[in-house]
């Protein structure tokens, strides 16, 4: 039997077939309907987010965010490789240029102790990017943006339901965007959001998700099309219903992982950062002595129908899409490079049995 890196949290047939029965009545299938407004409500609560816009999908979300800042064309943003592709386009698609940062060795988030270095009279904002649900240091990007007047934008893809110190995630910075793909711990089967404090980028980000318009007569910005549809919010409600307890279950695939490869020569894991709530989104592996490397793994698990997966790898300043960057250069982010040759993500759902983990790490470690 074939087991994926990850498969999507699901409602019930029936549960979902109850919530959508409705539109069937009102045939109100798009445009910010009853389920969007009601998923819009109760995420809000959820991550106790001042307000939340929703979005078809996290990368345009992130793209429209960073657009809605208003910031000068050429301006530089710094942030790191090691992250989806979607965090660097959003940046570049906006006319600016992103100024590659390394990551701290221990969480993989943005070292911060390594961003004023790189502050110019062209850097406008930061995107730090929480990754494999480990937070970025906040409370270090927090003073270092205020001591320059720079905006923090933060790509918090890996990061939904994600506490420090008891606050959301959503609660820092100046806006987090969260993907709602398949593949994470919360889905709206594609989608994502914005979460943000400021009253007045609500107005300004309906505006770009929905053509700018406001009315039926009037349309007052050039805006595009990005709005979630009723389907996609309904699976998100029913997916929130159970949210907790799918995070309970990806827990103890977690700490079954660790039991089989927490204390293994030439295998690094993350540990667990102190005053964060985790979510268990990715369980990564660092292989860098073991007797096989990640490469050698990703094949053997493979050869057994297991897919793990190399994230991140490439990292995004290594892209020849950005190969005429002067920012680009896999030497610039040597930690980050290190990282990305070694790292691999192993299967890790809820619903994955814990005699599968038991497997996987038999393969792991040639038993």
Request: proline share 5%.
């Amino acid at each position: 039997m074939s087991i994926l890196v990850t498969r999507s949290s699901m409602p019930d047939f029936e549960e979902y077939c109850e919530e959508i029965k409705k539109l069937w009545d009102s045939h109100w299938l798009t445009n910010m309907g009853v389920e969007h407004q009601q998923l819009q409500r109760e995420l809000e609560a959820y991550l106790d987010s001042p307000h939340v816009v929703l979005y078809t999908n996290g990368h345009l979300a992130l793209e429209n965010v960073i657009a809605a800042m208003q910031f000068p064309k050429g301006g530089e943003v710094i942030t790191t490789p090691f992250t989806f592709a979607s965090t660097t386009h959003a940046i570049v698609r906006n006319g600016l240029t992103p100024v590659f940062c390394d990551v701290d060795p221990d969480t993989y988030t943005i070292d911060a102790d390594k961003i004023e270095a790189l502050i110019t009279d062209r850097t406008v904002a930061i995107v730090p990017v929480h990754v494999y649900g480990n937070m970025c240091d906040v409370e270090a990007i927090d003073r270092i943006a205020k001591a320059h007047g720079l905006k923090v934008i933060y790509d918090a893809a890996h990061a939904f339901a994600v506490k420090y110190k008891g606050v959301s995630s959503v609660n820092f910075g100046d806006a987090a965007m969260f993907s709602f793909h398949a593949t994470k711990v919360f889905n709206t089967i594609e989608g994502g959001a914005v979460c943000f404090p400021n009253d007045e980028l609500v107005e300004t980000l309906n505006d770009m998700k929905n053509f700018g318009i406001r009315g039926p007569e009037r349309c007052v910005f050039v805006g595009g099309n990005a709005k979630m549809n009723e389907f996609q919010a309904a699976m998100g409600i029913c997916n929130l219903r159970h949210l907790d307890a799918e995070i309970e279950k990806r827990k103890r695939v977690v700490e079954r992982y660790r039991q089989h490869l927490g204390n293994v020569p030439g295998i690094k894991l993350c540990h667990p950062q102190k005053d964060v709530t985790p979510n268990y989104a990715y369980f990564p592996v660092v292989f860098d002595g073991f007797r096989a490397t990640r490469d050698e793994v990703f094949a053997r698990l493979g050869e057994q129908n297991i897919t793990a997966r190399k994230y991140f790898y490439p990292l995004t300043n290594s892209f020849e899409c950005y190969a005429d960057l002067p920012t680009a250069g896999v030497e610039k982010t040597p930690v980050a490079a290190y990282l990305a040759d070694r790292v691999l993500t192993l299967p890790l759902y809820a619903d994955l049995a814990l005699e599968d983990v038991d497997r996987i790490c038999d393969i792991i470690l040639g038993e």
